[in-house]
C-alpha cells in the first residue's frame, strides 16, 4: 500500500502528549542531544510481523509510522550513579516503529540500534535486550547543517543523513504522536517487556533534509521507506527508563514529578 505523508497528514487524528507517571525505581537515565527525526508512513500490515508477541502497530492517520533518529547519547547513568568519562557519551541511530498492547500502553519497538561504544552496546543487549549494534560513527556540524555517519563494523548497512535545522515550531497531533512516548517494548529471552519512560516535552525544530542515503532501515527487515520523509530536529531532553516489566504486569507507580525545562541546541563534534 502507497502511503502518502502530507495525506496522511490531512486525515489525521489525535493524540494525547501528557506524560506518564514517573516510574518507582528509575534504572537508567541518559540525555538524547542533537536528534534528528525522519519518519515515514507505512502500511501496518508490513510492520506487525517485526513486533514483539502481545502488541500491534500503533496507527496515526490510518498509518502507522517508522523513524530514523540520529542522535548524541549524553550522561548515561545506571541506578543514579555518576557517568563514566568515554563510556556516558556516545553516536547512536536507530531504526524504531510504535506500537501498543492490549492494555492500551503506547511504546517505541527499536529494531535496531547502532552505536559508536562496544560496551553500552554489549551491556544494553544483555540487560533490557535491546538490538544495539557497535558501528562507526561521526557527527560533523557546518553552521546550522548536521551531517550524522554511520556504518556496521559488521555487514554493509550504513546511513548518511544532512540536515539544515531551522526555526522552532510548534508540535502537532503527529509530532506528539513520534516524540511523546512513554515506554518501550522489547523482547526479553522469550517473552514481551514494556519499560516506562519519562522525559521532558521535546523541542523542536523544523528541519531541511538536504541528504540521505541510507540501508538501516530497510536492513531491519522493513520494505525501503517511500517519498519524502516528515523532518524535524531537537536540542534533546534527558529520558529515564524504569524497570522491566512482563506484559500482563500491572507496573509500579511513583509520585508524580515535575519536568525540566528542555534545554537549547548544543554544538556538535566528533563522536567517534
Do not use: K
Request: aromatic share 10%.
Amino acid at each position: 500500500m502507497a502511503v502518502d505523508a502530507a495525506t496522511a497528514l490531512e486525515f489525521a487524528g489525535t493524540y494525547d502528549p501528557t506524560p506518564g507517571p514517573v516510574p518507582a525505581r528509575v534504572v537508567m537515565s541518559q540525555r538524547w542531544t542533537q536528534l534528528t527525526y525522519l519518519h515515514w508512513p507505512y502500511d501496518p500490515a508490513a510492520v506487525a510481523p517485526l513486533l514483539p508477541a502481545g502488541t500491534v502497530p500503533d496507527t496515526f492517520g490510518g498509518v502507522t509510522w517508522i523513524g530514523l533518529i540520529a542522535f548524541w547519547m549524553r550522561d548515561v547513568r545506571v541506578l543514579g550513579s555518576a557517568p563514566v568519562p568515554y563510556l556516558s557519551s556516545f553516536l547512536e541511530t536507530n531504526v524504531r516503529a510504535y506500537a501498543v498492547d492490549g492494555e492500551g500502553r503506547r511504546s517505541v519497538v527499536f529494531f535496531s540500534l547502532d552505536a559508536s561504544r562496544l560496551l553500552p552496546v554489549a551491556v544494553a543487549r544483555a540487560s533490557y535486550r535491546i538490538p544495539y549494534i557497535w558501528s562507526s560513527m561521526r557527527l560533523l556540524a557546518s553552521g546550522r547543517e548536521l551531517t550524522y555517519l554511520t556504518r556496521r563494523r559488521v555487514g554493509p548497512a550504513a546511513s548518511r543523513i544532512t540536515v539544515r535545522i531551522g526555526a522552532p515550531v510548534t508540535a502537532t497531533p503527529l509530532d506528539h504522536f513520534l516524540t511523546a512516548r512513554w515506554g518501550l517494548h522489547s523482547r526479553w529471552y522469550g517473552i514481551t517487556t514494556y519499560v516506562p519512560i519519562i522525559h521532558e516535552p521535546w523541542p523542536l525544530l523544523s528541519a531541511e533534509l538536504l541528504e540521505l542515503d541510507d540501508s538501516l532501515v530497510v536492513a531491519a527487515g522493513l520494505p525501503a521507506p517511500s517519498g519524502p520523509p516528515r523532518v524535524l530536529c531537537s536540542p534533546g531532553v534527558r529520558v529515564r527508563l524504569g524497570t522491566p516489566q512482563r506484559l500482563g504486569t500491572p507496573q509500579r507507580l511513583g509520585t508524580p514529578q515535575r519536568l525540566g525545562t528542555p534545554q537549547r541546541l548544543g554544538t556538535t563534534a566528533d563522536g567517534r
